[in-house]
T-cell receptor, first 115, second 116 residues
Framework: DAGITQSPRHKVTETGTPVTLRCHQT?????MYWYRQDPGHGLRLIHY???????DKGEVSDGYSVSRSKTEDFLLTLESATSSQTSVYFC??????????????FGPGTRLLVL | GDSVTQMEGPVTLSEEAFLTINCTYT??????LFWYVQYPGEGLQLLLK?????DKGSNKGFEATYRKETTSFHLEKGSVQVSDSAVYFC???????????????FGQGTILTVHP
């Protein structure tokens, strides 16, 4: 199994509070991704990183920010949590974007409930 | 933009039945195609993949063939087991190098339940 951990695994918070989720990898992979999973929507990309301090927006980035100060850590921050951000959040890593090597490996997920 | 459409579920089968989960895609160029599986309470795991037309991916008795003429990547298994109960996701990667950064586009997922 790819060495990916997410913390916390479960969190309950209140509307308007900031929340930070952490993804940590031990594989030294260059690419990292944050997804959210909601019923009927599959997985949707929030933000991704293609190197230290190199990040960009995905399809559902509003209300989220990310940071990557070192290869192994990718942080997702909800600046002011809303109930619509209640979801399961998955981190993924990938070694390369070259054809045949772009397989993504997923962490165990963080279940977030915003009251 | 790129998109992936999976057959609507949930799918309920008896053990040893034949499984097909349909997946079609829209993309420019020659994307790589994937099937991921998610067991209850876990993250996604790669099940199989194919990177060019007519390639067949296979793993754990599951198979899928990359059909460019029909833009499809249907998942099949000849005899399902109770342990195959999970959510199955079809996905594509643009495979364009450059600024694609390996981003995946997922279908909505298909819930499979297999009864003894």
């Amino acid at each position: 199994d790819a060495g990916i951990t997410q913390s916390p695994r479960h969190k309950v918070t209140e509307t308007g509070t900031p929340v930070t989720l952490r993804c940590h990898q031990t594989e030294n992979h260059r690419y990292m991704y944050w997804y959210r999973q909601d019923p009927g929507h599959g997985l949707r990309l929030i933000h991704y990183s293609y190197g230290v301090k190199d990040t960009d927006k995905g399809e559902v980035s509003d209300g989220y920010s990310v940071s990557r100060s070192k290869t192994e850590d990718f942080l997702l921050t909800l600046e002011s949590a809303t109930s619509s951000q209640t979801s399961v959040y998955f981190c993924a890593i990938s070694e390369s974007q070259r054809a045949g090597m772009e397989t993504q490996y997923f962490g165990p997920g963080t279940r977030l409930l915003v009251l | 933009g790129d998109s992936v459409t999976q057959m609507e579920g949930p799918v309920t089968l008896s053990e040893e039945a034949f499984l097909t989960i349909n997946c079609t895609y829209t993309a420019t160029g020659y994307p790589s195609l994937f099937w991921y599986v998610q067991y209850p309470g876990e993250g996604l795991q790669l099940l199989l993949k194919a990177t060019k037309a007519d390639d067949k991916g296979s793993n754990k008795g599951f198979e899928a063939t990359y059909r460019k003429e029909t833009t499809s990547f249907h998942l099949e298994k000849g005899s399902v087991q109770v342990s195959d109960s999970a959510v199955y996701f079809c996905a594509l990667s643009p495979n364009a190098g450059g600024t694609s950064y390996g981003k995946l586009t997922f279908g909505q997922g298909t819930i499979l339940t297999v009864h003894p």
